[in-house]
């Protein structure tokens, strides 16, 4: 059973930084792709980012391209968001996910195991 566990939430300010992070049982991350998305209120789960196996390749959604990295360490079974310059349409829960996959994926349907979430507020 994989098991992951988000961490790092909390309420800012617009303009602040958060770093998210994601960590996994056992040492599965070596092999499974790492995405990153949210859900704010009233609205349906959506990408955020997503890292290959390796690190090598990161994909972005559009609304955090440039703000927002991605990263992982697969010794520490741990993958990160970095959330800079945030506004207040960050707010939303963020879930990472994994799954074993060869090439980035930005589907939740296509993600096998989640998290249970962390709430990120940005107030104005």
């Known amino acids: 059973q994989v098991t992951l566990v988000e961490s790092g939430g909390g309420l800012v300010q617009a303009g602040d930084s958060l770093r998210l992070s994601c960590a996994t049982s056992g040492r599965i991350l070596s092999s499974h792709v790492m995405g990153w998305f949210r859900q704010a209120p009233g609205k349906e789960r959506e990408f955020v980012a997503a890292?290959?196996?390796?690190?090598?390749?990161?994909y972005f959604a559009d609304a955090v391209k440039g703000r927002f990295t991605i990263s992982r360490d697969n010794a520490k079974n741990t993958g990160y968001l970095q959330m800079n310059s945030l506004t207040p349409e960050d707010t939303a829960v963020y879930y990472c996910?994994?799954?074993?996959?060869?090439?980035?994926?930005?589907?939740?349907?296509?993600?096998?195991?989640w998290g249970q979430g962390t709430q990120v507020t940005v107030s104005s």
């Open positions: 996910a994994t799954v074993a996959s060869l090439r980035i994926l930005t589907l939740p349907v296509d993600y096998d195991y």
């Open positions: 890292i290959s196996r390796s690190g090598a390749s990161t």
